[in-house]
């Protein structure tokens, strides 16, 4: 039976005295254990006679015993053993260094001295705290009450607090389980397996779609002219053909340059293959292939609220993307070019994804990554001080139906033809409608019986608001397309569109 932490009722088998390790013994050697010396408590040590357990009290000496002195025999077995109430044995002697090793005897009153524990055979009770009163020479102290705080400080400590219990008893619940299964466990934090899950996006994600489109955007440096200026562009083809607007690369349309620079950072340069200004749209291609090209969409199939994106490269920040609906369509936009007095007008799609100036050329997307528009103009309430605004959410993109054609025309022909119903229309007129200025005589509309003074108020059912909104109507349609116009007196006239 172990001796080890809990006193034996029977002293056990006989031992031999040992003389005490002399203390000139070199540190380096492992101390010899003192079999006078009262054991030390082992905590690990479990008792494995029950019976034992039960019987075991602590030695107490007769009063008036000879103290053991230190280097004396053990007792042997069968020698009587000093009874509960002997007077304790004071300090020195045989017990001295079991003294200072061993755990105080377990239920003897502390506050008292041996005598007066044995007269009166008090131990100490629980108080009303249910814990034992303090050690002689301790004086208890009362934690000092928190610092007041606002409502932020209590959630804060009191969140603090709760995040220390849980890892408290955690940690607790982790020992217990150890100790009950007997076996070694490790913990390890917590690490992600695949960590490009920890952020899982939908497929239609802005961040998704973006992705998927920024390969097809890039970014145009313009100068000739003596003026210098930069926009964006989007790849059309695997061979380095290149979509923008015509306001865009108008400096070097005599003799400029364009550099391109491609989403890795890639430069090339860049050729005009051709432009046209009434649409705003012009063609570039660099020496590359492989290239990858944005897919197409139908804007014809775009409906208020869409979500959209809108690409490029606003003030020269490449890549940047924003993100809106679609605001509304069929909106008549002008917009001119630098200072050429060239005009275009412009059948927009309208949205709120912010657009400023160097936008101009990129893409508008929708939310499966097809183009939809070319982003083109901006309107504004105040200019800056270099005359350039910002947006106001109010941002104006070509339908890419019509910037498909344009584009294809020039990548086939290197020019691209515009539709015309051979009218001059009057921009000063006030009315409901575009009123007719002049008719161009041998043109489409003489020949369809259009006279100077009508006035047109419907495109094929759509109705006309103005001069702009009926040239832009037109212009939704290519050569040779049959439109009907419907006139302020009710007559409606079939007119098969030229082109100049």
Known sequence: MSHDGVPPGDPGAPQEAVEPTPASE?????????????????????????????????????????????????PQQGD???????????????????????????????????????????????????????PPGVTPTTAQPAPKSGGVGKFIAIA???????????????????????????????S???????????????????????????????SGSGQAGSGSGFIVSQDGYI????????????????????????RATGELIGRNADYDLAVVKIDKTGLTPLAVGDSASVKVGDQVIAIGSPL??????????????????????????????????????PINPGNSGGPLVNAEGQVIGVNSAIASLNTGADGQA?????????????????????????????????????????????????VTAGGPAAGAGLKADDVIVAVNGERVDDAVSLITDIRKFAPGDKITLTLESGQEITVTLGKR
Not at 243 to 266: F, M, P, R, W, Y
């Open 26 to 74: 070199s540190a380096d050697a492992s101390p010899t254990p003192d079999p006078t010396a009262w054991p030390a408590p082992d905590q690990s040590t479990q008792v494995l006679d029950p019976d034992a357990q039960q019987t075991a009290a602590y030695p107490y000496p007769q009063q008036g015993d000879a103290y053991p002195q230190q280097g004396d025999a053990y």
């Open 80 to 134: 009587a053993y000093p009874q509960q109430g002997d007077a304790y044995p004071q300090q020195g002697g045989y017990y001295a260094q079991a003294q200072q090793t061993a755990a105080y005897p377990q239920g003897y009153d502390y506050g008292q001295s041996s005598e007066q524990a044995h007269a009166t055979g008090q131990w100490p009770t629980p108080g009303a705290d249910g814990y034992l009163p303090p």
């Open 160 to 190: 603090a607090l709760t995040g220390l219990l849980a890892g408290v008893g955690g940690g607790a619940l982790g020992y217990q389980l150890a100790q009950d299964s007997g076996t070694t466990t490790s913990v390890t934090a917590n």
């Open 192 to 222: 992600p397996s695949n960590p490009e899950a920890l952020s899982p996006r939908a497929d239609g994600s802005i961040a998704t779609i973006a992705e998927k489109v920024l390969p097809s955007v890039v970014s145009l440096e313009v």
């Open 243 to 266: 979509l923008t607007n015509n306001h865009v690369i108008e400096a070097a349309a005599d003799s400029g340059s364009i550099d391109v620079v491609l989403q890795d950072g890639t």
């Open 316 to 353: 020269g920040l490449e890549g940047t993307v924003t993100s809106g609906i679609v605001s509304s369509l069929d909106r008549p936009v002008t917009a001119g070019g630098s200072g050429s007095g060239e005009t275009s007008f412009i059948n927009a799609i309208q949205t709120d994804a």
């Open 390 to 438: 910002g947006s106001i959410g109010l941002g104006f993109a070509i339908p890419i139906n019509t910037a498909n054609r344009i584009s294809q025309e020039i990548i086939q022909t290197g020019t691209s033809a515009t539709p015309i119903i051979g009218a001059e229309i009057d921009f000063g007129y006030s009315g409901q409608g575009a009123r007719v200025q002049a």
